[in-house]
């Protein structure tokens, strides 16, 4: 079985960067693609990035070209890498295992507070 443990989510001013972590034990051969997700308060949840292997990878427009996804699989580790970051990137966000065969896995979530 998956497990998903997300670290780094912190308070960041406006324009500044973060790296969310994900850490993924267990199982993970049935893994066919990971995802980062966020819910912000009063929002609907809303998936930022899917990544297929190391090279296919979408990203939602909100994000296009400020964040970016790095899954390292010999390291089991997921990765967001997020720049110029704005209030509107507040939420808590989540990675995710799209699992072969079975229902999604998901992390326990990280706080990211955009602040001045």
């Known amino acids: 079985q998956v497990q998903l443990v997300e670290s780094g989510g912190d308070l960041v001013q406006p324009g500044g960067s973060l790296l969310l972590s994900c850490a993924v034990s267990?199982?993970?051969?049935?893994?066919?693609?990971m995802a980062w997700s966020r819910r912000a308060s009063g929002k609907e949840h809303e998936v930022i990035t899917e990544i297929v292997g190391r090279n296919s990878v979408t990203y939602g427009d909100a994000v296009k070209g400020r964040f970016t996804v790095y899954w390292e699989t010999n390291l089991n580790m997921l990765y967001l890498q997020m720049n110029q970051l704005d209030v509107e990137d507040t939420g808590i966000y989540y990675c995710?295992?799209?699992?072969?065969?079975?229902?999604?896995?998901w992390g326990q979530g990280t706080q990211v507070t955009v602040s001045s």
């Open positions: 267990g199982s993970n051969f049935n893994i066919r693609a």
């Open positions: 995710k295992a799209l699992m072969r065969g079975g229902p999604d896995v």
